[in-house]
C-alpha cells in the first residue's frame, strides 16, 4: 500500500523559517505545502486547502498563533496543529493543549522534530484506516 | 573564550597591537603548551629559573620537568598537575605571544596579574573565567546598581551562549554607556509581563549581513526581506529561550513581534539600560537591553520620530 503523503500549511511571520519548514517538508515527501505569513492568513489558507497538519507559530502580528488554533479547531476539531515557537514556556505549552494542538516543537525546528512529528501522525492514520 | 578577553585587554592597554594580537590567536590555535608558561602561571617557578632550566635543556636530553624536579625546584606532584593543566585554555595565548617574542613570561604573567586585580576577582572567579565560564565573565563585566542586575547578567550571559551556539564562537563583549546609539540596521523586540523589558540588536549593514548569512545558513548579500528576517529570527529564538528560562522560575513575560528598523538613532534611558558591544569575527555590534520598554524612542531618519 502507498504511503500517504500529507498536505501541510505552514504559519509563520517569518519568512526565513517558512522557507526552512518548507525544505524540510520536502525531504519529508509531503504533497503540498502552502504558506501563510499570520493568523488571519492561517485560518482562510485551512479552509481553502483543507491540510492534514499545519505548523503554526505564536507571536505574530496581527492575530496570533494562539487566537488563530482557537479558531482554526473551532472550525475542524480534527485537524492537527502544531504549534512552533521559540518561547515554548510552560503557559504557551498549556494554552496551545488546552485549545486541542496536537503538538508544540521547540525552535530551532529541526529535522528529527519534524520527521517524528509526521511519522507519528502516518502511523495514526494507518491505524485509523486498518481499523476501518 | 578567556583567550579574546585578555586578548583584547593586552590590546587596550597597549602591550600588543592588532597585528601582533591576531598573530598570536592565530597561533595559539596550533600552539603546544610549553611547561615553562605553565608552572610561572601556576607559580611554581619564577620565569629566572625557567630560563636556567632551559640551559640545562640545551645541554642535557632530559625533559623540563626532570630537570626541574633535579634542581628541586618543583616536587613530583607539581609536575603532574602542571601535566593536566597543560590543555588550559588561557595558556595557548600565553604561548603563543611568548613563542613570538611579543611578551616575556613575566609581561605576560603581570598582565595577568592586573588584569585579575583591575576587575576584581577572586581567584574562585579566575579559575571559571579561565575555563571559558561565560556566566563568570559576563558577571565580571557588568556592574549596575540596578535592582534588576542579576537579570541584566542572565539575559547577556544567555546572549553570548547563543552568539556562541547559532553566529561565531569567537565572542568578546564590553559594557558600553547606554544612551543614544546610531544603527544602520536595527532589529528589536518588546517583551511584556511582570517584568517587561526591550531589547535590540544594532548593526552596521556588513555585520548585519554576516550574521543574517551565518544564522540563515546561506550567503545573503542584499539586507532583504530574509536577510531581516534572519537577524529578527535570531533574537526572537533567543529571547524565547530566556522567556522560558524566566517562566521556569515562575516569571511569566510575553513577546512581541519583532521590529526592523534601517538608519534608525536609538535613545534609551540611562538608568534603566544597558549597551554591550559584541565582538566576534563577523565584526563588532550592539545588544541593547532597557528594563523601561516605554522611555525608548527609536527614530527613524527617513520618517517620522516614532516610539517603539
Redesign the interface.
Known sequence: MMQKQLNVLICDDSVLIRKKLKNILEVCKCHSIEEAEDGIAAIQKAKEMKPDLIFMDIVMPGKDGIEALEEIMNENPALKVVMASSAGTQSHLKQALDLGAYDFIQKPITLEAVTAIIEKIIKEEKGVSANV | MFSQYFGHYLLNNGLLTAQQLKHALDLQKTTHVKFGVIAVDEGFLTSKQVEEIHEKQKQQDKRFGEIAVDLGFLTNEQVDHMLSSQKSNHLYLAQAVVDLNYLSIEEFTNALNEYKKIHSLSDEKFEAIKSGDIDAIVESLIHTNHPEEEAYTEYVSLFVKNIVR?IDDEVYIEASEAKNVEAEWLVSQEITGAKPFWTAIAADEKVFLEIASV??EEELTEAD??AQ??V??FL??????F??NM??KGT??????QKVDHASAVSVHKENSLCMSIHTSKGKFQLLFSHSPENVMVSDKHKENQTV
Open positions: 547559532f544564522f540563515a526581506e530574509l528576517a534572519s529578527s529570527e526572537n529564538l533567543h529571547n524565547g529561550i522567556l522560558v517562566s521556569n511569566e513575560l510575553e513577546m512581541k513581534p
